[in-house]
């Protein structure tokens, strides 16, 4: 196979030594293998077989072979390595059949596109998400038997304001004070600028950089919108710069949802749209916040499945550390305009006509560890089986509710539906509703199993270990 022009071409201009394929595992983190350069050809005509087995949530030892292919158009050197490599996205194939693997998280993205324009409701689904996370400068823990905990430290630390070694200059973040502070006391800003930067040299654009509400080191990066599969890529080419940008300076990111007690948790907002040819389908003039039919009966279909859609979008013990009032975090299950209490929000910072262009939606209960190859196609799903179904979010009690849902009492708060309280609850949610996921052959009843055997034992796992609160309630009694 003759190497494509603009592959060769980086392969001079760079001096590449090593070639780096890149795929997606079934929690949605990078996994990798490299090949020298000589190797390129081979692996550009054949792929590259690995040990599935090997990968979690992927196959069994006894039917563990697998092939990489290389998408020819994601090359991109490498800005963190010492030898010149050139890296690529890989899908992952069943060798023996000659088929698309099942469980790559990509190729579920790539179905559930294929599905959207095969519906005939819209061309493209835009989405616009937002992964907050934390810079620490130390990140410390242990889970042995006698031993258990955590310590997280950063410069920014609002617990840091009383350090009597060395020099104390103060400018330290309170808990829920780190919105849009300047430096000093926003000691991140070149970090961020960096990372930014790299982003965009991956052909990933950034529309804004900033510090959030959290104290010790919270930040946002804000991507501008793009396709389904495009922008599961760019989540995952986004944590990859993240981190490694954060250990060039002798810091650590963490997207756990939730890492610090007291303080606001990171999430992933997800903003999102349909599209068919240059109309958004989600726009009207004449209607609550500028919605039209079809994009009410799409929010009708998330809060209609928010219970099972939580165990891809929120998908960890921790999601739910999270999901508790007074936070900014989402646990009431209801759509509102401008209001960041409503799990889903439509933004009005630009309305009228000429801004139809920029009418979405916001799902505020994803958080940065979902997997976007997952809950992006998940979400979608849920949203078109809206639209097939008619459901109208008014009409089933979501609202509209512009007030804070939050300080509502009685029996008005009573009405409002919760989300679950914990990964368990969602996982049971998901094996009870999930036949809006195996529409048109997206999600396969081999993957939901893999993804709620994976999660179950997670649950598991946490539960099984006591956490040193318990010692702090109990050890007296």
Same mark, same amino acid.
């Given at each position: 196979?003759?190497?494509?022009?603009?592959?060769?071409?980086?392969?001079?201009?760079?001096? =590449?030594?090593?070639?780096?394929?890149?795929?997606?595992?079934?929690?949605?983190?990078?996994?990798?293998?490299?090949?020298?350069?000589?190797?390129?050809?081979?692996?550009?005509?054949?792929?590259?077989?690995? $040990?599935?087995?090997?990968?979690?949530?992927?196959?069994? =030892?006894?039917?563990?072979?697998?092939?990489?292919?290389?998408?020819?158009?994601?090359?991109?050197?490498?800005?963190?390595?010492?030898?010149?490599?050139?890296?690529?996205?890989?899908?992952?194939?069943?060798?023996?059949?000659?088929?698309?693997?099942?469980?790559?998280?990509?190729?579920?993205?790539?179905?559930?596109?294929?599905?959207?324009?095969?519906?005939? +409701?819209?061309?493209? &689904?835009?989405?616009?998400?937002?992964?907050?996370?934390?810079?620490?400068?130390?990140?410390?823990?242990?889970?042995?038997? *006698?031993?258990?905990?955590?310590?997280?430290?950063?410069?920014?630390?609002?617990?840091?304001?009383?350090?009597?070694?060395?020099?104390?200059?103060?400018?330290?973040?309170?808990?829920?004070? @780190?919105?849009?502070?300047?430096?000093?006391?926003?000691?991140?800003?070149? +970090?961020?600028?960096?990372?930014?930067?790299?982003?965009?040299?991956?052909?990933?654009?950034?529309?804004?950089?900033?510090?959030?509400?959290? !104290?010790?080191?919270?930040?946002?990066?804000?991507?501008?919108?793009?396709?389904?599969?495009?922008?599961?890529?760019?989540?995952?080419?986004?944590?990859?710069?993240?981190?490694?940008?954060?250990?060039?300076?002798?810091?650590?990111?963490?997207?756990?949802?939730?890492?610090?007690? @007291?303080?606001?948790?990171?999430?992933?907002?997800?903003?999102?749209?349909?599209?068919?040819?240059?109309?958004?389908?989600?726009?009207?003039?004449? &209607?609550?916040?500028?919605?039209?039919?079809?994009?009410?009966?799409?929010?009708?279909?998330?809060?209609? *499945?928010?219970?099972?859609?939580?165990?891809?979008?929120?998908?960890?013990?921790? &999601?739910?550390?999270?999901? +508790?009032? *007074?936070?900014?975090?989402?646990?009431?299950?209801?759509?509102?305009?401008?209001?960041? !209490?409503?799990?889903?929000?439509?933004?009005?910072?630009? !309305?009228?006509?000429? *801004?139809?262009?920029? /009418?979405?939606?916001?799902?505020?209960?994803?958080?940065?560890?979902?997997?976007?190859?997952?809950?992006?196609?998940?979400?979608?799903?849920?949203?078109?089986?809206?639209?097939?179904?008619?459901? $109208?979010?008014?009409?089933?009690?979501? @609202?509209?509710?512009?007030?804070?849902?939050?300080?509502?009492?009685?029996?008005?708060?009573?009405?409002? /539906?919760?989300?679950?309280? !914990?990964?368990?609850?969602?996982?049971?949610?998901?094996?009870?509703?999930?036949?809006?996921?195996?529409?048109?052959?997206?999600?396969?009843?081999?993957?939901?199993?893999?993804?709620?055997?994976?999660?179950?034992?997670?649950?598991?796992?946490?539960?099984?270990?006591?956490?040193?609160?318990?010692?702090?309630?109990?050890?007296?009694?």
């Amino acid at each position: 196979m003759a190497i494509p022009a603009k592959i060769s071409k980086l392969v001079k201009d760079h001096k =590449i030594e090593m070639i780096d394929l890149r795929f997606a595992d079934t929690l949605g983190v990078w996994q990798h293998a490299s090949v020298p350069v000589g190797e390129l050809d081979s692996v550009l005509e054949d792929g590259m077989g690995f $040990d599935g087995s090997s990968i979690k949530g992927f196959q069994n =030892i006894y039917d563990s072979d697998l092939l990489l292919r290389l998408e020819p158009d994601s090359a991109h050197v490498d800005p963190f390595l010492s030898i010149p490599t050139l890296s690529f996205v890989c899908t992952v194939h069943d060798p023996e059949r000659g088929v698309r693997y099942s469980r790559d998280p990509r190729f579920i993205a790539e179905k559930a596109e294929a599905y959207l324009k095969k519906s005939g +409701v819209a061309d493209t &689904s835009y989405w616009g998400p937002e992964a907050e996370f934390f810079l620490f400068s130390h990140s410390s823990y242990t889970t042995d038997p *006698h031993n258990m905990g955590f310590k997280l430290d950063s410069p920014e630390g609002g617990w840091n304001t009383g350090e009597q070694p060395g020099e104390n200059l103060g400018y330290r973040i309170a808990p829920k004070s @780190g919105y849009f502070p300047l430096p000093p006391f926003d000691t991140l800003q070149d +970090v961020r600028s960096e990372m930014s930067l790299l982003l965009r040299d991956w052909g990933i654009d950034v529309e804004m950089h900033h510090h959030e509400v959290a !104290s010790a080191g919270q930040c946002e990066i804000d991507m501008r919108f793009d396709s389904l599969v495009s922008m599961a890529d760019k989540v995952v080419k986004y944590k990859y710069v993240v981190r490694n940008t954060a250990r060039r300076h002798g810091l650590t990111a963490n997207f756990m949802p939730k890492p610090l007690f @007291g303080d606001n948790g990171s999430g992933m907002h997800v903003h999102n749209s349909l599209w068919k040819g240059n109309t958004n389908l989600f726009y009207a003039s004449a &209607s609550y916040a500028e919605l039209s039919d079809l994009a009410m009966y799409y929010i009708g279909g998330i809060l209609t *499945h928010i219970d099972s859609l939580l165990a891809f979008c929120a998908p960890t013990t921790n &999601s739910y550390r999270r999901l +508790v009032p *007074h936070y900014e975090a989402p646990v009431n299950v209801a759509f509102s305009k401008r209001n960041r !209490s409503a799990i889903i929000r439509i933004p009005m910072y630009f !309305s009228g006509k000429g *801004h139809a262009k920029s /009418k979405r939606i916001e799902f505020r209960a994803p958080d940065p560890m979902a997997n976007p190859y997952f809950a992006f196609p998940a979400m979608l799903m849920a949203g078109l089986d809206g639209i097939k179904r008619r459901i $109208d979010p008014r009409k089933a009690g979501f @609202g509209p509710l512009d007030k804070n849902i939050w300080d509502l009492t009685g029996s008005e708060k009573s009405q409002i /539906k919760s989300v679950p309280g !914990s990964l368990g609850e969602s996982i049971a949610a998901l094996e009870k509703d999930h036949d809006y996921l195996l529409v048109g052959d997206v999600f396969t009843e081999d993957v939901l199993n893999a993804w709620t055997d994976l999660k179950k034992a997670e649950v598991q796992e946490v539960a099984l270990r006591p956490t040193p609160y318990e010692f702090h309630l109990y050890s007296g009694i």
